[in-house]
DNA sequence: GCCAACGTTGGC
DNA sequence: GCCAACGTTGGC
Protein backbone atom coordinates (compact mmCIF):
# COMPACT_ATOMS: atom_id res chain seq x y z
CA UNK A 1 0.00 0.00 0.00
CA UNK A 2 0.85 3.59 -0.98
CA UNK A 3 0.61 6.71 0.87
CA UNK A 4 -0.19 10.25 -1.03
CA UNK A 5 -1.00 13.65 0.42
CA UNK A 6 -3.49 15.83 -1.87
CA UNK A 7 -4.25 19.09 -1.86
CA UNK A 8 -7.42 21.16 -2.58
CA UNK A 9 -8.47 24.62 -2.16
CA UNK A 10 -11.61 24.44 0.41
CA UNK A 11 -13.49 27.02 -1.60
CA UNK A 12 -13.51 24.67 -4.01
CA UNK A 13 -13.49 21.05 -2.44
CA UNK A 14 -13.29 20.59 1.03
CA UNK A 15 -12.83 17.92 3.79
CA UNK A 16 -16.02 18.07 4.72
CA UNK A 17 -17.64 18.48 0.97
CA UNK A 18 -16.58 14.71 0.65
CA UNK A 19 -17.49 14.02 4.30
CA UNK A 20 -20.93 14.73 2.52
CA UNK A 21 -20.43 13.48 -1.27
CA UNK A 22 -22.65 10.09 -1.76
CA UNK A 23 -21.05 7.77 -0.34
CA UNK A 24 -18.70 9.70 0.93
CA UNK A 25 -16.91 9.34 -2.28
CA UNK A 26 -15.97 11.64 -4.84
CA UNK A 27 -13.90 12.01 -8.12
CA UNK A 28 -10.32 14.04 -7.37
CA UNK A 29 -10.97 16.21 -10.89
CA UNK A 30 -9.35 18.75 -11.85
CA UNK A 31 -6.01 18.21 -11.77
CA UNK A 32 -3.76 19.38 -15.14
CA UNK A 33 -0.38 18.86 -13.95
CA UNK A 34 1.51 15.82 -15.74
CA UNK A 35 3.62 14.79 -12.38
CA UNK A 36 0.38 14.93 -10.20
CA UNK A 37 -1.46 12.94 -12.82
CA UNK A 38 1.16 10.50 -13.11
CA UNK A 39 1.48 9.98 -9.36
CA UNK A 40 -2.86 9.37 -9.59
CA UNK A 41 -2.29 7.05 -12.08
CA UNK A 42 -0.29 4.59 -9.64
CA UNK A 43 -2.43 5.08 -7.33
CA UNK A 44 -4.03 1.21 -5.92
CA UNK A 45 -7.41 0.63 -4.69
CA UNK A 46 -7.16 1.59 -0.89
CA UNK A 47 -4.24 3.67 -0.48
CA UNK A 48 -4.11 6.01 2.11
CA UNK A 49 -3.64 9.86 1.53
CA UNK A 50 -3.72 13.52 3.75
CA UNK A 51 -6.25 15.88 2.63
CA UNK A 52 -4.52 19.04 2.34
CA UNK A 53 -6.33 22.42 2.47
CA UNK A 54 -4.65 25.21 0.57
CA UNK A 55 -4.46 28.77 -0.73
CA UNK A 56 -6.56 29.69 2.53
CA UNK A 57 -6.19 31.32 5.81
CA UNK A 58 -4.50 28.13 7.47
CA UNK A 59 -3.30 25.53 5.24
CA UNK A 60 -2.46 21.88 6.33
CA UNK A 61 -3.55 18.42 6.95
CA UNK A 62 -7.41 18.07 7.84
CA UNK A 63 -8.03 14.74 7.45
CA UNK A 64 -7.66 11.19 5.46
CA UNK A 65 -9.12 9.07 2.57
CA UNK A 66 -8.91 6.25 0.49
CA UNK A 67 -8.30 5.35 -3.68
CA UNK A 68 -11.54 3.92 -3.78
CA UNK A 69 -11.28 3.62 -7.52
CA UNK A 70 -8.28 3.44 -10.04
CA UNK A 71 -7.12 6.39 -12.32
CA UNK A 72 -9.72 6.80 -15.19
CA UNK A 73 -10.60 9.69 -17.57
CA UNK A 74 -11.20 13.11 -16.05
CA UNK A 75 -14.65 13.79 -17.92
CA UNK A 76 -14.32 17.87 -16.92
CA UNK A 77 -11.64 17.59 -19.44
CA UNK A 78 -14.00 16.90 -22.34
CA UNK A 79 -16.85 18.82 -20.98
CA UNK A 80 -16.48 22.84 -23.20
CA UNK A 81 -18.62 24.33 -20.84
CA UNK A 82 -16.36 22.92 -17.33
CA UNK A 83 -13.67 25.03 -16.53
CA UNK A 84 -11.27 22.66 -16.27
CA UNK A 85 -12.01 21.85 -19.92
CA UNK A 86 -8.69 21.00 -22.22
CA UNK A 87 -9.30 20.87 -26.01
CA UNK A 88 -6.48 19.27 -26.01
CA UNK A 89 -8.38 16.28 -24.26
CA UNK A 90 -10.87 14.01 -26.27
CA UNK A 91 -12.50 11.02 -25.54
CA UNK A 92 -10.76 8.59 -27.95
CA UNK A 93 -7.11 10.22 -26.36
CA UNK A 94 -8.23 11.94 -22.87
CA UNK A 95 -5.48 13.54 -21.68
CA UNK A 96 -5.98 13.72 -18.01
CA UNK A 97 -7.43 11.24 -15.62
CA UNK A 98 -8.80 11.34 -12.04
CA UNK A 99 -9.14 8.69 -8.99
CA UNK A 100 -12.47 8.50 -6.63
CA UNK A 101 -11.37 9.17 -3.05
CA UNK A 102 -13.51 8.33 -0.20
CA UNK A 103 -13.91 10.18 3.49
CA UNK A 104 -12.00 8.03 5.74
CA UNK A 105 -11.58 10.54 8.94
CA UNK A 106 -11.62 14.46 9.57
CA UNK A 107 -8.85 15.06 12.48
CA UNK A 108 -10.25 17.73 15.07
CA UNK A 109 -7.66 19.69 14.62
CA UNK A 110 -5.59 20.94 11.51
CA UNK A 111 -2.23 19.88 11.37
CA UNK A 112 -1.22 23.43 10.09
CA UNK A 113 2.13 23.31 7.19
CA UNK A 114 3.74 25.84 9.85
CA UNK A 115 4.00 22.52 12.09
CA UNK A 116 5.04 20.52 9.22
CA UNK A 117 7.73 22.84 7.85
CA UNK A 118 9.52 21.92 11.33
CA UNK A 119 9.84 18.63 10.98
CA UNK A 120 13.49 17.16 9.83
CA UNK A 121 11.69 14.43 8.28
CA UNK A 122 9.84 16.45 6.54
CA UNK A 123 12.51 18.44 4.41
CA UNK A 124 12.17 16.61 1.72
CA UNK A 125 8.65 16.67 0.84
CA UNK A 126 7.71 19.16 -2.14
CA UNK A 127 5.01 20.00 0.30
CA UNK A 128 7.29 22.23 2.62
CA UNK A 129 9.76 23.83 0.06
CA UNK A 130 9.45 27.39 -0.78
CA UNK A 131 7.52 27.98 -3.93
CA UNK A 132 6.01 24.42 -4.53
CA UNK A 133 2.99 23.84 -6.47
CA UNK A 134 2.69 20.24 -6.63
CA UNK A 135 -0.70 19.22 -5.51
CA UNK A 136 -0.38 15.46 -5.42
CA UNK A 137 2.83 13.88 -4.18
CA UNK A 138 4.18 10.65 -2.49
CA UNK A 139 4.69 10.04 1.20
CA UNK A 140 7.25 7.99 2.34
CA UNK A 141 6.52 5.46 5.53
CA UNK A 142 8.50 6.86 7.42
CA UNK A 143 7.03 10.98 6.66
CA UNK A 144 3.39 9.00 7.09
CA UNK A 145 4.18 8.21 10.58
CA UNK A 146 6.15 11.51 11.27
CA UNK A 147 2.52 13.51 10.03
CA UNK A 148 0.31 10.68 11.46
CA UNK A 149 2.06 11.82 15.22
CA UNK A 150 1.79 15.43 14.64
CA UNK A 151 -2.41 14.51 14.26
CA UNK A 152 -2.77 12.45 17.46
CA UNK A 153 -0.31 15.50 19.55
CA UNK A 154 -3.66 17.58 18.72
CA UNK A 155 -5.97 15.65 19.91
C1' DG B 1 -3.53 41.56 -2.87
C1' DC B 2 1.35 40.65 -3.61
C1' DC B 3 4.79 38.17 -5.54
C1' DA B 4 8.15 34.19 -5.92
C1' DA B 5 8.46 30.00 -8.14
C1' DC B 6 7.67 27.09 -11.64
C1' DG B 7 5.17 24.70 -15.60
C1' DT B 8 3.65 25.55 -20.24
C1' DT B 9 3.48 27.73 -24.65
C1' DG B 10 5.09 29.23 -28.85
C1' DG B 11 8.30 31.86 -31.84
C1' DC B 12 12.55 31.23 -33.80
C1' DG C 1 15.77 22.49 -28.93
C1' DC C 2 16.25 26.99 -26.74
C1' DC C 3 14.31 30.37 -24.04
C1' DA C 4 11.35 34.51 -23.21
C1' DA C 5 6.76 35.45 -22.12
C1' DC C 6 2.90 34.17 -19.89
C1' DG C 7 -0.31 31.96 -16.65
C1' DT C 8 -1.06 29.61 -12.38
C1' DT C 9 -0.17 28.08 -7.74
C1' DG C 10 -0.12 29.01 -3.18
C1' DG C 11 2.07 31.00 1.05
C1' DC C 12 2.11 35.12 3.28
Redesign the pocket.
Known amino acids: MNYWLM ?1 S ?1 PTTFSIEMLERSPNQTAPWDGV ?3 QARNFMKQMQINDLAFFYH ?3 KV ?1 GIVGLMRVSKLAYPDFTALDPKNCHYDPKSTPEKPIWEMVDVQFVEKFSEITP ?2 ILQLEIHLNDMPLV ?7 IMPVSPLQWQTMMNLTERNK
Not at 129 to 135: D, E, F, H, I, Q
Open positions: KERNYSSCPLKRKGNRLS
